[in-house]
């Protein structure tokens, strides 16, 4: 054996050897992976919410340069900015957020007017005789009011706090005589459904209700220290200055090198597009949302509330217009005192209009907006839209919901580039 | 990896060793003397590490490096280090494959140390186009659009390299514009010197009557 076979022997072995390393390492790092991911579950969201916001956040970042200023000090007065800016928003937010007497106004007003639209929606006629269609609506919807009546009850602890500000308390000023006899009103609130109609569904749903209610206390905590991980993942990505693509990237194969630069680099251009367009979409609708119920004479705290719930909930497709939508309803079902710029408008035709503003800032979202702010980013069929959202609802709730479909488009536009790619480089 | 400079064995500078020598107080005691000549030849110890360190640094290494490229010569220090940021240390074993002709180029690759052939594979046979050693790049057109690669570019020996990619060059615009522009002039110059070079090679070759 010559020495230059023995050479291309020596090198075939050590071929065989990386490769047999190599898949050992990467099997154990999968495994260890899933492990520390099934066990430390309660970190994920938070350490995506953190990733999440610095990539949103990065072009603020790198638009801030100041070529004299080391890095690290760039990083920070763009942190410094955007944090003075979350400071404004959220006190100006806080001055509007309602307190423990505007919350027990609140529930107490939403019930008595939930409960008075209802009555007069279901008015019989003067024999007592009800129609054939109140009546079918009464067996459908009587259940559902129930429950919301049972959630809305004032607990023995929150009925006691009512009457000491019933009376003035802790400085504030005694609550209005309406709020008073609404809460008397309350009281006798009757159940629209008999038990003998509904004997198995009312148990039931008052132990989901009461399921619900009692989170165990050391969850919380546990899930409160989790959240602190997302400020940090902020900041310490925000301080990343490409390092961490340069370390990755020194992973790959050199046969891969060029492809996955340009991969890494498309999948960046594209979701960074969607997430933005769609962040700025949602404030858009959030603030037309805003702007439009001030014009019908909402007062501009509960306005600004909604148009931002509304703008989160946008990132839901077709659920959150109807989130939104309830929302709305509910707002205007139990508005009192509204001061319109509309001529003719009164609490009674509100939810009327409120509707009409929120199909008209749906269609403005569909004409205007998304095709502007997103262009065709990204198509999803329906189908997926729908399958995702209740997917992403069952493993983790609301949360699920919002990022159900961030995560479809960021594997989809994964699995596109990738095979394109792919196939650009003779590769497949 | 980047070669190592050598080991410095310059001295301190005279002017430290003195100020030492004149800063001793008047009327010291000699047990005083030897101490101070202990401390001078710690200091001095000190400077050469630190000497030696700074100058072996990689970072600095590479500047120094990029500073030869003719990409790069007319770059201050500050922008060779915004550069020097952005490239990827990619090293070839013998007879690699750097990049094949016909895929879609994204990177410009500048030697820095061993071989690269860059050849032409035209119906079973192969064309040396050129043999590109230390100090030298290739794939400079990658940096101005996706054209497929003209020729396939084969390490000969192991070889280290500095890849500079073109979506980073184009963020560098944003960035630190000057910078980009004098890259992307000296890339124009580049070009156009292999341009008109080919123009004369081509009136060369072929007769004017031809043409």
């Known amino acids: ?428 | 990896m980047l070669q190592k400079s050598p080991p410095n064995h310059d001295g301190p500078p005279n002017h430290a060793g003195g100020t030492l020598l004149a800063s001793e107080p008047r009327g010291m005691s000699s047990s005083a003397k030897p101490m101070s000549a202990r401390k001078l030849v710690a200091d001095k110890l000190l400077w050469e590490t630190l000497k030696r360190w700074k100058r072996s640094s990689p970072e600095l290494d590479r500047i120094q490096f990029l500073k030869t490229v003719p990409f790069f010569n007319e770059l201050s220090h500050r922008q060779l280090k915004t550069v020097s940021d952005t490239l990827f240390e990619r090293n070839y074993e013998t007879d690699e494959l750097i990049f094949e002709e016909g895929q879609p180029g994204a990177v410009l690759f500048l030697i820095l140390d061993g071989k690269v052939a860059v050849e032409m594979c035209r119906e079973n046979h192969t064309t040396t186009l050129a043999i590109l050693e230390k100090g030298a790049f290739f794939g400079e057109m990658a940096l101005l659009n996706e054209a497929p690669r003209s020729a396939n570019a084969r390490s000969l020996e192991r070889t280290y390299t500095l890849a500079l990619y073109r979506n980073d060059l184009s963020r560098l615009i944003q960035r630190d514009p000057q910078t980009a522009c004098q890259i992307y002039r000296a890339l124009a110059s580049i070009i156009g010197d292999r341009l008109r070079s080919t123009n004369e090679l081509m009136h060369t070759e072929i007769p004017t009557d031809k043409v």
């Open chain 1, 1 to 428: 054996m010559g020495p230059e076979q023995d050479f291309e022997e020596k090198e075939r072995e050590r071929k065989v050897r990386r490769r047999v390393f190599h898949l050992t390492f990467a099997s154990l790092a999968l495994i260890l992976g899933g492990f520390l991911i099934w066990k430390l579950s309660s970190l994920v969201l938070p350490i995506i919410v953190g990733a999440l916001l610095a990539f949103l956040f990065r072009p603020v970042k790198e638009r801030f340069k100041i070529p004299w200023l080391p890095h690290e000090l760039q990083v920070l007065c763009s942190f410094a900015a955007i944090g003075l800016v979350l400071f404004f928003a959220f006190d100006t937010a806080r001055k509007h957020i309602p307190d423990d007497q505007q919350k027990l106004e609140f529930k107490v007003r939403l019930k008595y007017k939930l409960n008075e639209k209802y009555q007069q929606l279901m008015t019989k006629s003067p024999e007592g005789k009800s129609s054939m269609l109140v009546g079918l609506i009464e067996k459908q919807v009587g259940p559902l009011m129930d429950k919301v009546n049972e959630l809305l009850e004032l607990d023995p602890q929150e009925r006691e706090l009512f009457l000491k500000y019933r009376a003035g308390y802790n400085g504030n000023p005694p609550i209005e005589n309406k709020f008073f006899e609404y809460f008397q009103a309350n009281q006798n609130t009757r159940k629209y459904v008999t038990p003998e109609e509904a004997p198995a569904a009312a148990p039931a749903a008052t132990a989901a209700v009461a399921a619900r209610v009692e989170p165990p206390a050391a969850r919380e905590g546990s899930s409160l220290e989790a959240w602190i991980l997302a400020p940090l993942i902020f900041v310490f990505l925000g301080f990343d200055n490409g390092q961490m693509r340069h370390y990755f990237i020194s992973l790959v194969p050199n046969r891969y090198f060029e492809l996955s630069l340009t991969l890494l680099d498309r999948l960046d251009d594209a979701i960074g597009k969607y997430l933005r367009g769609t962040l700025t979409e949602c404030f858009l609708v959030g603030l037309t949302l805003c702007l439009g119920l001030i014009l019908l004479g909402i007062p501009v705290g509960p306005a600004v509330a909604i148009g931002l719930i509304s703008g989160l909930v946008n990132a839901i497709p077709w659920l959150g217009t109807l989130i939104a939508l309830v929302i709305c309803l509910s707002y205007a079902l139990i508005a009192e005192n509204i001061a319109p710029l509309i001529p003719g408008l009164n609490p009674n035709n509100l939810p009327l209009y409120v509707l009409i503003l929120v199909g008209i800032t749906r269609v403005l979202d569909d004409v205007v907006f998304q095709p502007f702010v997103l262009g065709s980013a990204v198509n999803i069929h329906p189908l997926v839209v729908v399958v995702a959202i209740i997917g992403g609802s069952l493993i983790m709730g609301l949360w699920g919901m919002v990022f159900a479909i961030p995560t479809v488009v960021v594997v989809k536009t994964a699995i596109e580039t990738l095979f394109k790619e792919l196939k650009d480089y003779r590769i497949i």
